[in-house]
Every structure is written in C-alpha cells, then in structure tokens.
C-alpha cells in the first residue's frame, strides 16, 4: 500500500529511524522538550541550559526503544547546509560536549545547543508497540527532573477506564504507541508535524495496527493527533489539566509544583479499522 500522505515541501524526506540516529534524535526529542514544551519550560523553571548536559543520557531508552522498534520516523531536510566541514564527511554530526567550566557553563544556551545539532534530521515521531512496552528501569534516570512525567502518567492511567481489551494489546501488532513528537527549533511552523503524523498513520494501517494510542502535552499534538486523516477516526479517551496541581504534590518520594503551567493532557486513541 502505497502512503497517500504527501503535504511536505519538495526538500523535505520522510526516512525510517535506525540506530545511527539515535543521537540526533535524542538531541531533537531533548532540545524540544527543554525550551519548546509548554509544560517543562514552566515546570522546570529552575533548570539552566547546560542542564540538559545532565539528562541527555537519560534519554536513550525511550529513544533507542522506539526506533529499534521500526515504526520511528523522521523528517529530513535534503537541503541542509553543513555548519561545519567535520559533519558534511559523515552526513551529520551532534557537537555537544558537557561544559567543566564556568564559562562553559554560561556560554551553553538555547541557541548554542542549537547550532551544534549539525544534521539534516529536523522532525521526528517515535512509536514502539505497546505489546512491548518501554522498560521502567531504565526509565529511571529521566525521573529526576523531577519525576513530574511519571507523575502525569500515573493521573492519565487512572482517568483511563476502558475495557481492558481496549487498551491492552494481546500480541504484537495491534496498538502502536506514539511517545516522541518533536521538531527542531529553527524548523517549526511548517507544518511538518502535521505531515510526519498524517504519514505514520496511514503507514501504520498498512501495517495491520488496529490503533494508535499517545499523551498529548500540548494543544499542537493534540489538535494534530484529533484530526487525523480520513478514513480514520480519534477518541480523546480521557484528559487532566495539570493546573489542578499548582500546590506541592509528591510522587516517587520527591516533592515538586507545576507552579503556573495551565496545560491539559489528553489521552488519545486513533482507530484505524
């Protein structure tokens, strides 16, 4: 079945994800998170650039997980100019190192972050089937921001009573979980989320899924993820405002605030038969 999902300007390529992007897509999936989200940048407001130094290791699960997955998907930009000469010899190159200075320190910011993600991976939608689920301890080391995802994660499962046979898939194949949906920050408003999770629907239709299930933390994801493509159909299965925890709560024996972030998540189903 070919994939009817073709909105993307002539430069942009959609590519299966495989193990040499994973640092690419780490840093794409970390940058996002730390200066784009409208939940972490008000969450974390204590958080510094370099910080992200810290926590990109902790990432590499949910990364590696997804993409060794197969169903991990990215926009590539054909026309991406090189910055440096070293990343043109291998197609690409992420130039972050963790700064030991001061200085260094001072001098890591959004935009210098930025400019070292030197390759044409500019979009990515990571999924895994939800048959084989992400691994909660090696999890772990992301729960230290603090652990406010698990947190939402917890509230979202509780608020989610479908029949067990619904959310649970009985073998592999059946619901396909999305868990990363990020783009660079020098690529937004183009409409390449938009393109990239119409194009892994259909593709994941042609490949037998009977869903697709994710958490929006955004009102982008979620406009995007209720609107798919036709024939296809979303559900919001359940959602929480995180304004409902502005006071202290605690989880995982830490205690934090989501101060000022007024955002609702939502859980959602896409089916595809």
Same mark, same amino acid.
């Given at each position: ?84 000469? +070293?990343? #043109?010899?291998? =197609?690409? !190159? ?7 200075? %001061? *200085?260094?320190?001072?001098?890591? &910011? ?92 259909? +593709?994941? #239709?042609?490949? =037998?899924? !009977? ?7 955004? %009102? *982008?994801?979620?406009?995007?993820? &209720? ?47």
């Amino acid at each position: 079945m070919s994939n009817p999902a073709n909105g993307l300007a002539s430069r942009f390529e959609i590519r299966r994800l495989g193990p040499e992007h994973i640092e690419w897509a780490k840093a794409v999936h970390a940058h996002s998170n730390a200066f784009l989200s409208p939940i972490w940048t008000k969450a974390n407001v204590g958080l510094l650039s370099w910080h992200l130094h810290e926590f990109f290791p902790g990432f590499d699960h949910v990364v590696r997980h997804q993409i060794e997955s197969g169903m991990s998907f990215g926009i590539f930009d054909t026309e991406y100019k090189f910055k440096n000469p +070293e990343s #043109a010899k291998t =197609g690409g !190159k992420l130039y972050w190192e963790t700064p030991t200075t %001061d *200085a260094d320190r001072e001098r890591t &910011t959004r935009e210098s972050l930025l400019e070292q993600m030197d390759f044409p991976l500019v979009s990515i939608a990571l999924h895994f089937d939800l048959f084989y689920p992400l691994d909660m301890e090696k999890m772990k080391p992301t729960f230290s921001i603090p652990p406010t995802a698990p947190f939402i994660d917890s509230k979202i499962d509780e608020l989610d009573t479908r029949d067990r046979a619904l959310a649970v898939p009985s073998g592999p194949g059946q619901i396909l979980q999305a868990n990363s949906t990020a783009t660079r920050d020098d690529y937004t408003r183009l409409g390449l989320m938009r393109n990239l999770a119409d194009w892994v629907t259909h +593709e994941a #239709a042609s490949k =037998g899924y !009977k869903s697709i299930q994710l958490d929006s933390f955004s %009102d *982008a994801v979620f406009r995007v993820s &209720t609107n798919p493509p036709l024939p296809y159909k979303a559900e919001v299965v359940c959602q929480v405002n995180l304004k409902e925890y502005e006071g202290l709560v605690e989880f995982y024996g830490e205690k934090f605030t989501f101060g000022c972030v007024d955002q609702v998540v939502a859980r959602i189903c896409v089916a595809l038969e």
